[in-house]
């Protein structure tokens, strides 16, 4: 029997076998998990997942150890810089030491609740939270990396309860890495959807093609994965190095070397406009990043980012003596007692700057002066000369926060947990940050005052269809999108006297030849 008679005999007998109307699973791994012994019982806890895992998949954590999504610590080769948990501060929630069990929710890990969490115990590595495919994985809050085991109270008192995890259900159902999963914690860094990036939060999960053209949940459909392609589970990207300008062009995938698939460079080469009047515009890639022109706008798809976050004015009760929350005419909380004031933007134009991929930090134990005027948590390298910098789309993040005025350096005060030195507890900052320091290990005067602080954050998500993206005149003219870059001179924007001198003379001289040749021609011509 022919090899193609074979395969419709095998595809009658799978139909036949399904019950009328059904279509066969489709699966995003090679595997059912639901069939393996290993996973059929009840799990008390994710470290006992893990260890079920790991009977497989015996290199996986060994692999997420060398990850920075485990260390959450990275060594910058451009300037020998050291990024840890200890010593890097934001100006959103500030910092993690003495805040471990909130913040490490967003870490793929067990248990990382204080500084003595043990980083090379393979079954501290969370699996599932990143190859769940049921949207019932949740880590909570102050829980130090675990899923609720319990039904529990999400805030006290507040009656919100979240159900104790199915950990079976959840590891019998694993997969493939999702915008689900990935979006789970990066979605809503900073302590809520949309608040840190403004180019990522929960609209992204589905999104249709006006808000991004690649991850169009009926399009493209891409997976975040799809770009910051992951081997040995060290995902490409980096927000702390990132490929400004990359002139490697189209990189074949799979192919062994140092490029970053991440970039629009690597699928789309440096001359992506198609041939006729769209081509003029290869012209500008070595001048502008493709996010340019291709992100008009941020926080599209309906979730407002945080544009600045004012700490200073924090602790403000009712008359009553109790914490205060504030929202605007869409419902959005812009002032929380315990955290201070916000303002809030959608449909935000980003701000651009010239931008090399060069990024270094204020650190804890920097020293930082208010008198300076803004203190920059990261400072952004680059400018029209150095040849590796591109003008990119920024989102800036405004803020105030507290600072040791004596030592002159920015401070970690404790603002999560229960007990009474947290600030929104005893409304008291000498004694959060005197707790946060000590658990940093760095010196605290006691004084504390505020100070304004700004970080950089490149946009390169939410791409728009070319049909939004910008024209001409949205930079080619005096009030434009880059009427604050300088260092390039911008036709329609700039104007120099003797170039405008020049340009009127050539443009007179051409009126002046075509009227003479007009007038010549009556005058010689028959009758």
Request: aromatic share 8%; net charge neutral; hydrophobic share 35%.
């Amino acid at each position: 029997m022919k090899i193609r008679h074979l395969v419709l005999l095998a595809g009658f007998a799978l139909a036949s076998a399904l019950p009328a109307g059904a279509a066969p699973a489709k699966l995003n791994t090679t595997a059912d998990h639901s069939k393996f012994k290993e996973l059929q019982q009840e799990f008390a806890s994710g470290p006992e997942v893990t260890k079920a895992c790991l009977g497989c998949h015996t290199e996986a954590a060994s692999q997420v150890h060398r990850t920075k999504h485990w260390n959450w610590e990275f060594l910058n080769p451009a300037n020998q810089q050291r990024l840890g948990k200890k010593n890097v501060i934001n100006n959103f929630c500030i910092s993690v030491p003495s805040n471990y069990a909130f913040c490490t929710s967003c870490h793929i890990g067990y248990g990382w609740k204080d500084g003595n969490f043990d980083f090379a115990a393979q079954e501290n590595v969370d699996c599932l939270v990143c190859h769940d495919t049921t949207g019932a994985y949740k880590k909570l809050p102050g829980l130090a990396g675990h899923p609720p085991y319990k039904d529990t109270e999400v805030l006290p008192g507040s009656g919100k309860i979240v159900k104790a995890t199915d950990l079976a259900k959840v590891a019998q159902k694993v997969g493939k890495t999702s915008r689900d999963t990935c979006g789970a914690c990066h979605f809503f860094g900073g302590g809520g959807d949309g608040v840190k990036h403004g180019d990522m939060d929960s609209s992204l999960a589905s999104p249709d093609k006006e808000l991004d053209v690649h991850m169009d949940a009926t399009g493209l459909d891409f997976t975040c994965g799809t770009c910051h392609k992951a081997a040995s589970h060290d995902v490409a990207g980096s927000r702390y190095t990132p490929v400004a300008r990359d002139t490697g062009g189209a990189h074949i995938r799979g192919k062994e070397d140092d490029s970053n698939p991440a970039t629009c460079q690597s699928c789309h080469g440096e001359t992506p406009h198609k041939k006729g009047e769209a081509a003029k515009l290869n012209d500008h890639t070595n001048v502008v990043a493709c996010q340019t022109c291709h992100i008009p706008k941020i926080a599209r798809g309906g979730v407002a980012t945080k544009m600045s976050w004012d700490w200073s004015t924090a602790g403000q009760l009712s008359p009553e003596g109790k914490p205060l929350l504030k929202k605007d005419d869409k419902g959005r909380v812009i002032y929380d007692s315990k955290k201070g004031d916000f303002t809030l933007g959608e449909n935000v134009e980003p701000e651009y700057m010239w931008f090399n991929g060069d990024i270094t930090y204020t650190l804890l134990g920097d020293k930082v002066d208010k008198t300076d005027g803004i203190t920059h948590i990261n400072k952004v390298g680059g400018s029209a000369t150095d040849g590796r910098s591109l003008i990119w789309p920024m989102k800036v993040f405004r803020g105030a926060q507290p600072y040791d005025p004596v030592n002159k350096t920015l401070v970690t005060p404790h603002t999560a947990g229960n007990d009474d030195t947290a600030y929104w507890k005893n409304f008291g900052w000498e004694k959060a940050i005197a707790t946060g320091m000590k658990a940093s290990g760095a010196p605290f005067s006691g004084q504390v005052d505020f100070i304004k602080t700004d970080m950089s954050w490149p946009i390169t998500h939410m791409v728009a269809p070319k049909e939004a993206a910008l024209g001409c005149a949205d930079c080619h003219s005096r009030d434009g999108r880059l009427a604050k870059v300088g260092g390039v001179y911008i036709p329609g924007r700039d104007h120099d006297p003797l170039i405008d001198l020049i340009g009127w003379l050539m443009a007179g001289g051409a009126l002046a030849g075509v009227i003479g040749h007009g007038a010549l021609r009556l005058v010689r011509r028959k009758d």
